[in-house]
Each structure stands twice: as structure tokens, then as C-alpha cells.
């Protein structure tokens, strides 16, 4: 699968592009919506990115590798795509993946609730019954 498509690498960019900016004209840095989101197949991790940098291959978003502390960060499309699973497999991109939640948003909730694809659910949940559930409390890290 191609990991990103014209359109998605255009709007990474765009955020990018914008982040820079801002921090250029001394503006309060944009909280973009993540516009892709990647999944292991086989297991937990799960990474949302927001922006691509100028090399192509940088990516800026919310990554979980499944040990349950989801961190803002950057990581490599690149590294993603060489990633060989069992079975053949290979990391995913969602094709369905879809929000209106700015990654702070995201990071978060998945903080919180120790995973993406814990935040996923609840944020989904809120946004169907347009009832947002309770936040889980803070961890001992203090990220709330």
C-alpha cells in the first residue's frame, strides 16, 4: 500500500509549511487535525501525523507503539514502509481514518487513556452522541 497519496502529502506539507510560519512571524504555533493516521496490522501501534517536513520523509505526529505511553514526536515514512511483519504484512495506512480533533486533543486522551486506539474510541463516541465521556484522570506523569 502507498502510504501516502498525493492529497495527504500536500496537506502534511501544508502543515508544515504553516507551523514554520507561524514560529517565523512570532504567531502561537497551528493545532492541526492529524491527517493520516498508520497501524500495525498484527498489533497496537499507531501513529497520526500532522506534518511532513522538507526532506519527505519526517514525519510530525502522535506515535503509540502499544506500551501505553503515546508521545508527540517524530518518526520516518520511510522506517514505516520497510517494516516487514509476519504473513507477508505491512504497516497500513487507515483509508477510512477521518477527524475533526486537533492533535493536542489527541495526544491527550491517548495519554490518558494509555493508547490511540483507546483515544479513538472514546473520541468517537463523543462525537456520535455529541455527549463527550469523561476524560480519564491524569497519570502520575502529570500531563494534564
Not at 501525523?49 to 510530525?60: H, V, Y
Not at 503515546?70 to 520511510?78: A, D, R
Not at 483515544?119 to 452522541?129: G, I, K, P, Y
Request: charged letters at 25%; one cysteine or more; glycine letters at 8%.
Amino acid at each position: 500500500m502507498i502510504l501516502l497519496t498525493p492529497d495527504l502529502r500536500f496537506a502534511l506539507r501544508a502543515n508544515d509549511i504553516n507551523r514554520r510560519v507561524a514560529a517565523r512571524d512570532g504567531k502561537p504555533e497551528p493545532d492541526p487535525v492529524p491527517v493520516v493516521k498508520f497501524f500495525n496490522p498484527l498489533g497496537t501501534a499507531r501513529w497520526l501525523a500532522t506534518e511532513l517536513f522538507d526532506d519527505n520523509d519526517s514525519c510530525f505526529g502522535l506515535v503509540d507503539l502499544g506500551f501505553g505511553t503515546p508521545e508527540l514526536g517524530v518518526f520516518s515514512l520511510s522506517e514505516l514502509a520497510n517494516v516487514r511483519l509476519p504473513f507477508g504484512m505491512t504497516i497500513e495506512r487507515d483509508i477510512a481514518f477521518a477527524t475533526e480533533h486537533p492533535l493536542s486533543t489527541w495526544a491527550t486522551w491517548a495519554r490518558r487513556s494509555g493508547s490511540i486506539a483507546s483515544a479513538e474510541n472514546l473520541l468517537r463516541r463523543a462525537s456520535s452522541t455529541g455527549r463527550v465521556p469523561e476524560l480519564p484522570a491524569p497519570d502520575d506523569i502529570g500531563d494534564g
